[in-house]
């Protein structure tokens, strides 16, 4: 009996690998030698690979501006001129050539600061050859003159029809006042009850009313009564 088991025993110790007898340290060292070997494979491959990255890019080098020294801004030399604009000057009506001689005589002579416009006489105060009385002068404006008030006074009139056309009229004081017609229509520049000076624009001359050219037809009033515009114009 103590001879079969012995002879069981030492079947099964042939049998066993030999490598269930060997220590746990011993079984893992080819494991570790293979992991070794590819790890040194893997960096002798990056090792070359950086190697030759390297040797195929050139060296570059940079040269920042941060120090080199910034110099300051300078301004162009422009020289800057001041246009000063004057405002035009203001018109100056001086008296026509070849005036006609004025009949009146009496304390408002030479009233009025200025003529209403700067042209020729062409027909005077008074009677004509025919008997018919003309109340003014005319003066030969031509189409689209400026008229201007003869003094300073009022406006008391800006009508248009009947013989005049368009005509206004203005009070300058003491019983003086003027009439300027035939003006085209609706070119009035003044108004009822306003203020004017001597030279303010206050029209444009037309032929409006009963005439055969443009002009400008002037009538002065002393007290109410027509008065030669001649003896009061300076």
């Given at each position: ?223 109410g009564s027509r008065v030669d515009p001649m003896g009061?114009?300076?």
């Open positions: 009996m103590l001879t079969l088991s012995a002879i069981m025993a030492v079947a099964v110790s042939v049998t066993v690998p030999a490598a269930a007898h060997m220590a746990p340290s011993s079984r893992e060292l080819p494991s570790i030698a293979y992991a070794a070997s590819a790890s040194d494979a893997t960096q002798q491959v990056s090792s070359a690979a950086g190697a030759e990255a390297e040797a195929s890019v050139p060296d570059q080098s940079f040269a920042s501006s941060i120090d080199t020294e910034i110099s300051a801004a300078t301004r162009d030399a422009l020289a800057v001129e001041k246009i000063v604009v004057e405002p035009p000057p203001a018109p100056v009506y001086a008296g026509p050539s070849g005036s006609f001689a004025g009949s009146y005589a009496g304390e408002f002579a030479g009233f009025l600061a200025m003529w209403p416009a700067s042209a020729p006489v062409n027909d005077g105060f008074g009677y004509r050859g025919a008997g018919e009385f003309h109340g003014g002068i005319d003066l030969m404006t031509g189409s689209g003159a400026t008229i201007v008030s003869a003094s300073p006074g009022v406006v008391t009139q800006v009508t248009f029809g009947g013989g005049w056309g368009q005509f206004i009229k203005i009070d300058h004081g003491s019983g003086v006042s003027t009439l300027y017609s035939h003006l085209i229509q609706g070119s009035q520049m003044v108004s009822p009850g306003q203020t004017v000076a001597a030279g303010t624009p206050i029209g444009l001359s037309g032929s409006t009313g009963y005439v055969t050219v443009a002009h400008l037809h002037f009538e002065t009033y002393v007290n009061l114009l300076p």
